[in-house]
């Protein structure tokens, strides 16, 4: 005996809600739904021809009431095939009343046979509007078009057991009970299994967490869009990725982070109930809008969205609030298909997030070429890894208080030879986007240690680590390989990070940061100041050296009473904290006194000495050891 049906999922098929929508953009996205259109119209126009023809020469009873009942189904016939061909496909509620009506005029064309046991055989008509209603209708439509089949089936049944009372009765139960099997039983159950289906696969296209459609679930509706997109209709795509997210899911865990997305989505859907809105990975969402009116104003649309992800939510006792950055999009001018549309608004939401937070923009021609040099400058860079294209200058640090060379900060310069000398400023952001920072930051610990290795005892090297690098399980153990081939004392390295390590996984870089300090490596805090000024971070890490961002040197420079202070705070800062200060762009004498006079403990600058390459560092020691036997002389 087999298990017995599942009551929930016979209600969950009962209350499911009508797709009718989703089937005709289904079968219009493969090209199907015109074809069908001729069919339906084309079953519609036989009808409609047989009916004709029986009008001229009934195929049972004759009589005029039959032939005006012949004409009527004809006439109704032609017109419903001339509906299918000329007019739109109809709406939920026109398709709906159209499935009464054609059981209406099946039903007829039976009767005006005029004989019970050939109208009986002819009620599996029925079949063709029973199966239009199993693929585009739910199950309610499909319980009135049962009900009109149990009335027809039994009226006819009636009629026959009444027009042969030898035993009329017997054929009328048995051809009954066929009609209803086909009619009443077999569709119900194909429906059944045709939901079951769907709702499989409805599932693979459903993000579980925030019960949006995913990014397949997009992709297939993007293709189901692809039809209109460029016609009467215009499409617009807003691809979203939420600000400070990894901040939310470092801080409060994630549970806290999953809470953020769902009560995202229900604002969005709420909000935005005419739109398609899916998780379209991670914590980015897209929304697509169909019949938006060109001259409509689309930054207020933008607002709009900002405004679901800056609402406060509650996560666990704690108010939240977010923000967003938003690519834009719009059909056709910015792509004929949605894929296309898509990834213009990926790159207009790369665009967004490089201005900064809670930002939106819409795509441009030149993002797309701005997208293919940095395609262009991503292979350089594999081939630059591979080839060992890259180089590593070395810029002098003074200790002031001694007045020494204190050591050099590793710089690396690349040299492509398809685009010649290219600033770190622009491959730097390319490799941390494709995260190649992390063997290019590898490649240059190593090198850096080798390189300190020929220098005199008590001179370090300072090495800048991007957040990607410090995200890497492994990455302490990078720097132990590094010491450990090299055979650099750990006490000669200085790690530099910048601020930007507080908005990532803060933990894990921590943790990393501290290995390094528990080998003997020293930490600096780079730009301290331009950045997100995390200044619990100063309490939880011991940096051994602030580095003050060049911006507030200049500025201290022309006198900005800002900028003045602001050094002057963190040289005291630091000196509390036992730390050192290091000035980065000192480019004159003038500078450099200032500097002094302010108490910071390093300086670094244009004018101590420019970035060299490694035969010019030799040469510095050389000069220095030069001046030191002069002096003793």
């Known amino acids: 005996m087999g298990d017995p049906a599942d009551p929930g999922l016979l209600r969950q098929w009962w209350h499911q809600r009508d797709d009718y929508q989703w089937r005709i953009e289904f079968l219009r996205s493969r090209g199907l739904l015109t074809p069908l259109r001729y069919v339906i119209a084309g079953i519609g126009a036989v009808m409609g021809a047989l009916a004709a023809i029986n009008v001229v020469v009934p195929p049972g009873a004759d009589g005029a009431l039959f032939r005006i009942g012949w004409a009527v189904t004809a006439v109704g016939s032609l017109a419903w095939a001339l509906r299918w061909i000329l007019l739109r496909w109809p709406s939920v509620r026109e398709s709906a009343v159209l499935v009464i009506y054609v059981d209406m005029i099946m039903t007829l064309s039976t009767?005006?046979?005029g004989d019970a046991n050939l109208a009986m055989s002819g009620i599996p008509i029925l079949l063709c509007a029973g199966g239009y209603v199993v693929f585009f209708h739910g199950p309610r439509?499909?319980?009135?078009?049962?009900?009109w089949c149990l009335l027809s089936v039994g009226g006819i049944a009636v009629w026959l057991a009444a027009s042969m009372p030898e035993f009329g009765l017997q054929v009328a139960v048995s051809r009954?009970?066929?009609?209803?099997?086909?009619?009443?039983?077999?569709?119900?159950?194909?429906?059944?299994?045709?939901?079951?289906?769907?709702?499989?696969s409805m599932q693979s296209l459903t993000d579980p967490l925030t019960e949006l459609t995913n990014r397949r679930g997009l992709e297939v509706s993007m293709k189901r869009l692809d039809a209109r997109v460029g016609g009467d209709t215009d499409l617009c795509a807003f691809l979203i990725d939420v600000d400070g997210f990894k901040v939310v899911n470092d801080t409060m865990g994630h549970p806290a982070g999953d809470a953020l997305l769902?009560?995202?989505?229900?604002?969005?859907?709420?909000?935005?109930p005419q739109a398609k809105v899916a998780r379209f990975g991670g914590d980015e969402f897209a929304v697509l809008v169909k019949g938006i009116d060109p001259d409509q104003n689309l930054t207020a649309l933008a607002d709009e969205i900002q405004a679901c992800f800056e609402r406060p939510v509650d996560l666990g006792g704690h108010q939240a609030v977010s923000s967003a950055s938003i690519g834009i999009a719009v059909a056709p001018g910015d792509g004929a298909d949605g894929i296309t549309l898509m990834k213009h608004a990926d790159l207009a939401l790369y665009r967004a997030k490089r201005d900064g937070k809670a930002n939106h923009?819409?795509?441009?021609?030149?993002?797309?070429?701005?997208?293919?040099?940095?395609?262009?400058?991503?292979l350089d860079l594999r081939l630059a890894i591979r080839d060992g294209g890259f180089e590593l200058y070395f810029q002098p640090l003074y200790d002031l208080r001694a007045d020494r060379l204190q050591g050099f900060e590793a710089l690396i310069r690349w040299q492509s030879a398809e685009h010649g000398f290219v600033s770190p400023g622009k491959?730097?952001?390319?490799?941390?986007?494709?995260?190649?920072?992390?063997?290019?930051?590898?490649?240059?610990m190593q090198q850096a240690c080798r390189e300190a290795m020929a220098w005199p005892r008590g001179v370090k090297v300072n090495v800048n680590v991007s957040p990607e690098q410090l995200l890497e399980t492994d990455f302490s153990a990078t720097v132990v390989r590094a010491l450990s081939d090299s055979g650099l004392d750990p006490k000669r390295l200085e790690i530099e990070v910048t601020?930007?390590?507080?908005?990532?996984?803060a933990s894990v870089a921590r943790e990393a940061l501290e290995s390094c300090m528990a080998l003997g490596c020293s930490v600096a805090l780079d730009d301290f100041g331009t950045g997100y000024s995390s200044l619990g971070y100063l309490r939880k890490l011991k940096f051994s050296t602030i580095k003050v961002d060049r911006l507030f040197v200049q500025g201290a420079a022309q006198q900005s009473p800002e900028s003045i202070a602001i050094i002057r705070a963190v040289v005291a800062m630091a000196d509390s904290l036992g730390m050192t200060t290091t000035a980065e762009g000192v480019e004159n004498e003038e500078e450099a006194e200032m500097i002094r006079s302010m108490g910071c403990t390093k300086i670094q600058g244009f004018h101590f000495g420019r970035p060299m390459p490694?035969?010019?560092?030799?040469?510095?020691?050389?000069r220095r050891a030069a001046e030191q036997r002069l002096k003793s002389a």
């Not at 601020?499 to 996984?505: A, K």
């Open 176 to 200: 009954a009970v066929i009609a209803l099997l086909v009619t009443v039983c077999i569709l119900p159950a194909l429906q059944f299994g045709f939901w079951l289906l769907q709702d499989s």
């Open 427 to 444: 491959f730097i952001p390319v490799a941390e986007d494709t995260r190649l920072i992390v063997p290019i930051g590898t490649w240059v």
């Open 614 to 622: 490694r035969d010019d560092v030799a040469g510095v020691f050389t």
């Open 262 to 272: 769902r009560e995202t989505a229900v604002h969005l859907r709420k909000h935005l």
């Open 141 to 147: 439509l499909h319980l009135v078009h049962i009900g």
């Open 499 to 505: 601020e930007s390590i507080f908005l990532r996984d």
């Open 361 to 378: 923009h819409f795509f441009e021609p030149s993002l797309d070429e701005q997208a293919r040099r940095r395609r262009e400058m991503e």
């Open 111 to 113: 009767v005006l046979f």
